[in-house]
């Protein structure tokens, strides 16, 4: 084989691999949004409820959504998130709740504590929740964060870090279009690998707890003025 043979091979194998690597550049960047967040992927369909997770620039822990359609009216939904002492009925891994204020129906600040699996330390978090409501589309829109300086952290657990929505919107035959979403910071030195191994349970237990809460006594023949 003679040098300029020799030479040719590179320039193919160069030219190929740029070519490769072209294809695999727009393929990802098909995947992601305007914000670089890549699309949503469905990790879970069961009972009704379908799980999805995401990665986002940036952040370590995969964000996650869940949504389900459930019997039940708006009233009902409210009812179940203005009981803050109720949360740890239903709520996944909620070792125990409280709440701090509350402005008419739509603003309350509540503060929890959830189980963390050993050897790790319990999470703690303090939740303000701002509930706006659009009439004409009929639709419920909570937004949540997670305010850092609210109350002072706890030697014995770790503080989470966070935001999301509740969007629900009303069917109007008796039936509510549920979605939960939330990017969250477990903190302290739970591995991002593990925690995105479990990233579909936290949304998935939650909607299924709120759908069996929702048809509780105690949360039935309540009417809260803001949503009419």
Do not use: C
Not at 28 to 48: A, C, F, Y
Not at 68 to 84: A, E, R
Not at 103 to 122: I, L, R, S
Request: proline share 4%.
């Amino acid at each position: 084989m003679n040098a300029t043979k020799r030479l040719l091979l590179p320039k193919r194998f160069v030219v190929f691999m740029i070519v490769l690597l072209s294809m695999n550049f727009g393929a990802h960047s098909q995947e992601n949004d305007v914000n670089g967040r890549q699309e949503w992927k469905q990790i879970r369909q069961k009972e009704g409820i379908t799980v999805f997770t995401r990665s986002n620039p940036g952040m370590d822990f995969k964000e996650f959504k869940s949504s389900v359609i459930v019997k039940g009216t708006l009233d009902q939904f409210l009812s179940v998130l203005y009981d803050i002492e109720g949360l740890s009925s239903w709520g996944y891994n909620v070792k125990s709740s409280s709440l701090i204020s509350r402005e008419a129906d739509t603003v309350q600040v509540y503060y929890t504590e959830a189980k963390a699996p050993f050897p790790y330390k319990n999470r703690d978090g303090v939740y303000l929740n701002n509930f706006k409501w659009n009439a004409k589309e009929r639709t419920l829109i909570v937004e949540i964060k997670m305010p850092e300086d609210l109350i002072p952290e706890k030697d014995n657990l770790v503080r989470m870090e966070g935001y999301g929505t509740w969007v629900v919107r009303d069917l109007d035959d008796g039936k509510l279009e549920i979605t939960f979403q939330m990017q969250m910071d477990p903190g302290g030195n739970i591995p991002a690998w593990m925690a995105n191994m479990f990233a579909g349970d936290t949304p998935y237990h939650t909607l299924l707890g709120l759908r069996e809460a929702m048809g509780e006594k105690k949360y039935q023949g309540k009417s809260y003025d803001f949503i009419r």
